[in-house]
């Protein structure tokens, strides 16, 4: 890459990302790959994916996150986000309440429930798009209520590239019911009953509150959290505070870490704090009785230390 740009701002290095984004393009090209998915890292209209200029577009929410580098409010996160669309491509919304920033955006928008939708009937659910309706669909693999409206999304994507990237409807069956989705209410087997969950705003709080609110119940639900200090950390236990019953909060490693100290000003109750995930995790492994919760989330970095910890602790009482 180095030697490929050759005297294009040759004294700006690359971020991490933009290597990351560059080598994966590079990667893509050199394999020609029939179509590519690519997530946008933090924003949009900045960030490093952003180079390609995409055959469709796909906005699945507009929440407060970033707030230092996209703006303090959802119009201005929204514009940054609609920084993907593209003028004559269609850009799918999924967003319920999209803000007016992503409305007046380039492209041509297909809107959750005007343009396409879902109904859910229970046992299976009925899609709906600009190419008709499919129904006798069985639940996406990924749980929560929102992972329909995502599919959906999904669908209505795939209904927009219909004739560059034709796709059976079997295999859209397929990919609802094999897709994984690591630290996304990932639940874990053995008990007590482990989920893992990077939620980091509020917005991702709400969702996880209320897939804890619909799931088995538990006599006691401990969470343990570490985070950012630049994120909502109030918003984010507020959220949570009426489905958990203990709190392990942890401390994280690095300039931007919030302490265990710190997210205790957040919240009541039975408190303990530690010094990291890891510890927090298994203290609370330790506490908790074979019919109770553990709910790991709160940061990346919170849930990938736990995993690492679970991959090196195979014999412990779970």
């Known amino acids: 890459m180095e ?65 230092d580098y996209l703006g303090p409010d959802r119009e201005s996160i929204g514009r940054e986000k609609a920084g993907i669309f593209r003028a ?40 709906w798009g600009p190419a008709g309706k499919r129904g006798g669909l069985g639940h996406p693999a990924l749980r929560g209520a929102v992972q329909l409206r995502n599919a959906a999304a999904a669908m209505c994507a795939l209904d927009c590239l219909r004739e560059k990237l034709p796709l059976g409807m079997q295999d ?20 007590p009953q482990v989920i893992l ?4 705003n509020p917005q991702a709080a709400r969702v996880l509150a209320e897939n804890l609110a619909v799931s088995a119940f ?40 919030a302490s265990g100290d710190e997210l205790a000003q957040h919240v009541q109750g039975d408190v303990q704090c530690f010094s990291s995930p890891a510890s927090a995790f298994e203290a609370a492994l330790g506490r908790a009785s074979e019919n109770d919760k553990i709910v790991v989330f709160g940061s990346f970095l919170t849930v990938g230390e736990v995993m690492a910890w679970l991959k090196n602790n195979k014999t412990s009482k779970r």
Request: charged share 20%; hydrophobic share 45%.
């Open 197 to 200: 969950d990077v939620a980091h």
């Open 172 to 191: 859209s069956r397929r990919g609802l019911a094999e897709v994984t989705l690591p630290a996304r209410f990932q639940v874990l087997p053995g008990r």
């Open 88 to 127: 004559g491509r269609p850009a799918v919304i999924a967003e319920p309440d999209p803000p007016r920033s992503v409305l007046a955006a380039p492209g041509e928008k297909l809107l959750f429930g005007k343009h396409f939708g879902y109904t859910d009937q229970r046992t299976q659910w009925s899609y």
């Open 3 to 67: 030697a490929a740009r050759g005297r294009i701002t040759p004294n700006l290095p690359l971020t991490y990302f933009e290597y990351g984004t560059l080598a994966a393009l590079w990667l893509f090209a050199r394999e020609r790959i029939d179509a590519a998915i690519l997530e946008v890292g933090l924003g949009g209209r900045l960030d490093a994916v952003n180079v390609i200029d995409p055959d469709c577009a796909v906005l699945t929410s507009v929440g407060i996150d970033h707030v």
């Open 218 to 257: 538990a006599p006691e639900t401990i969470a343990v959290c570490g985070m950012l200090r630049d994120k909502d950390v109030g918003g984010v236990l507020r959220a949570l505070a009426p489905r958990i019953t203990r709190w392990h909060l942890a401390s994280l490693e690095g300039p931007r870490a």
